[in-house]
């Protein structure tokens, strides 16, 4: 089959019905919640603000319209390169200069949402995803791989979501040495239901923040916040997560759209 053919195909499929775009996307608003920092370590992302220009009134007679007051990494969002330190040499590492062809492809969905509601503070480790392997069929090269936690349920309340105590935010993610397997395999990226891409615990794992130091010392992407992957096959999607081209951003708020085959 050519490619013009299987594009004419999934136009028809898409009209049809026959594959569905499934929204990933958490609702973006001042209840939208919000990474904090430790306030010894960092200045955190002001609240999303919604700012009203006109609604057909004296600002604007026949238009309706706002402006917004908005961080990189607020809400559903995409980690560009040169967010992390370890990732700030790339020259393609920004929002306006990344390879857009990278962002569209194959997704694998890795169900934890299980291990996640009996331990948020649940690690996912290579072993699990050679299991999950084993099970599913391998993750290729160029894939984007995320973790599905559930953890969108929770989005509506902040406290719920970033699920802190005296001990720091308790969500779950990647160990170490499961982002150096998926950096092997050579994935597009990871992406998380939760606040970050890091488990909340990952300020204090070896390196900090274990994903955001890895993924992005490799050139490779990151996505945040993600909603309704119990909506997803465990393989089979393609999900389309493309940033904003803000000119040198480090990252963005996204529209995360999967094309997922219906029955
Ligand atoms: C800055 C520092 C630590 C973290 C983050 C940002 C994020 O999660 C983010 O949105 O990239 S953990
Ligand atoms: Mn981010």
């Known amino acids: 089959?050519?490619?013009?053919?299987?594009?004419?195909?999934?136009?028809?499929?898409?009209?049809?019905?026959?594959?569905?775009?499934?929204?990933?996307?958490?609702?973006?608003?001042?209840?939208?919640?919000?990474?904090?920092?430790?306030?010894?370590?960092?200045?955190?992302?002001?609240?999303?603000?919604?700012?009203?220009?006109?609604?057909?009134?004296?600002?604007?007679?026949?238009?309706?319209?706002?402006?917004?007051?908005?961080?990189?990494?607020?809400?559903?969002?995409?980690?560009?390169?040169?967010?992390?330190?370890?990732?700030?040499?790339?020259?393609?590492?920004?929002?306006?200069?990344?390879?857009?062809?990278?962002?569209?492809?194959?997704?694998?969905?890795?169900?934890?949402?299980?291990?996640?509601?009996?331990?948020?503070?649940?690690?996912?480790?290579?072993?699990?995803?050679?299991a999950w392997e084993a099970e599913h069929g391998p993750i290729g090269a160029g894939e984007w791989v995320v973790l599905r936690s559930d953890w969108d349920k929770r989005a509506g309340d902040e406290a719920a979501f970033l699920n802190a105590d005296e001990t720091g935010p308790h969500s779950p993610g990647p160990t170490l040495d499961c982002l150096e397997y998926l950096i092997a395999r050579g994935i597009v990226g990871w992406g998380s239901q939760c606040i970050g891409t890091d488990a909340g615990q990952a300020a204090g794992m070896s390196p900090p923040f274990p994903a955001h130091n890895m993924l992005h010392k490799n050139n490779m992407f990151g996505l945040a916040s993600l909603a309704n992957l119990d909506r997803l096959p465990p393989k089979g999607a393609i999900l389309i997560a493309a940033p904003l081209k803000i000119a040198h951003g480090t990252g963005s708020p996204i529209r995360a759209l999967a094309l997922v085959p219906r029955g």
């Not at 026949?62 to 790339?90: M, V, Y």
């Open 1 to 130: 089959m050519t490619a013009s053919e299987t594009l004419k195909d999934l136009g028809e499929m898409l009209l049809a019905g026959r594959i569905e775009v499934v929204d990933c996307t958490g609702l973006l608003g001042p209840q939208t919640p919000l990474l904090k920092l430790p306030p010894e370590l960092a200045v955190d992302t002001p609240p999303v603000e919604i700012h009203r220009i006109s609604e057909y009134d004296d600002n604007g007679p026949f238009w309706a319209w706002n402006w917004l007051k908005l961080g990189e990494h607020s809400g559903t969002h995409f980690d560009a390169p040169h967010h992390w330190i370890t990732g700030r040499e790339f020259p393609d590492g920004y929002t306006d200069t990344l390879d857009v062809q990278r962002v569209v492809a194959p997704v694998n969905v890795i169900d934890c949402s299980k291990e996640a509601a009996a331990d948020p503070d649940f690690l996912l480790t290579a072993e699990h995803v050679k």
